[in-house]
């Protein structure tokens, strides 16, 4: 049983640069979340994806932040020109349509911007 | 608007005691709660949740969880802590203000079992 997987698990960037991270779900599951979770903090919503479509979008935490998921498979989370308070971690859910709801997380991509 | 509250941000508790984690919860109408445990580097892994019929909920692990209307609790419980049950624990919220079934979380509690 494969479960969701994340690529990297760590990401070292420098400010002002960009950095892609990619999810890859539960392989039978349609749906695809992206979360962030701070320091101390749980997880906090940022889209999802029902198949190839993005249905939500309106908590990404800016224009610099971007999603894709193109052939209802992967996602990719870009995030453009990145500044320090982006360091965080970057959490990938899946799940399948029409289950009781619950998600299933992959292990995360640490992103820390210097 | 929703919210998730976790009171404690650290339980501790010996080793084969019964342990509580605490979570109370504000939501429009009904509400879908679950619990998720983070353990060092590693994801966030589904224990339980609540969506309707018995208020007693029973997961993974021998964790389960009293569904309470009248307190707005949702509250994590074992009957015996194994040091292995050392983590930090989230519970969550469907979040009702989007369309997405997304999870609205708590801040974390952070349980140590002493051996």
């Known amino acids: 049983d494969t479960g969701v997987s994340q690529d990297p698990r760590h990401k070292i960037t420098k400010r002002g640069q960009n950095v892609t991270f990619r999810c890859d779900p539960i392989s039978e599951h349609n749906r695809l979340y992206w979360y962030r979770q701070t320091l101390g903090q749980g997880p906090e919503f940022l889209t999802y994806?029902?198949?190839?479509?993005?249905?939500?979008k309106s908590r990404l935490l800016s224009d610099r932040f971007s999603a894709e998921r193109p052939k209802g498979s992967f996602s990719t989370l870009e995030i453009q020109r990145t500044e320090q308070g982006d360091s965080a971690m970057y959490l990938c859910?899946?799940?399948?349509?029409?289950?009781?709801?619950?998600?299933?997380f992959g292990p995360g991509t640490r992103l820390t911007v210097t | 608007a929703q919210s998730v509250a976790q009171p404690e941000d650290q339980v501790n508790v010996a080793e084969g005691n019964p342990l509580t984690v605490k979570c109370t919860y504000s939501v429009s109408g009904n509400p879908y709660l679950f619990w998720y445990v983070q353990y060092p580097n590693r994801g966030l892994q589904f224990l339980l949740k609540?969506?309707?019929?018995?208020?007693l909920v029973k997961g993974s692990y021998g964790f389960e969880a009293e569904f309470n209307k009248s307190q707005t609790s949702f509250h994590l419980k074992k009957p015996s802590a194994l040091v292995s049950d050392s983590a930090l624990y989230f519970c969550a919220v469907r979040d009702i203000q989007t369309g997405a079934n997304n999870l609205f979380f708590g801040t974390g509690t952070r349980l140590t079992v002493i051996p």
């Open positions: 609540y969506i309707t019929g018995d208020n």
């Open positions: 994806f029902q198949n190839e479509a993005q249905l939500e």
């Open positions: 859910a899946s799940s399948l349509q029409g289950s009781s709801y619950e998600q299933y």
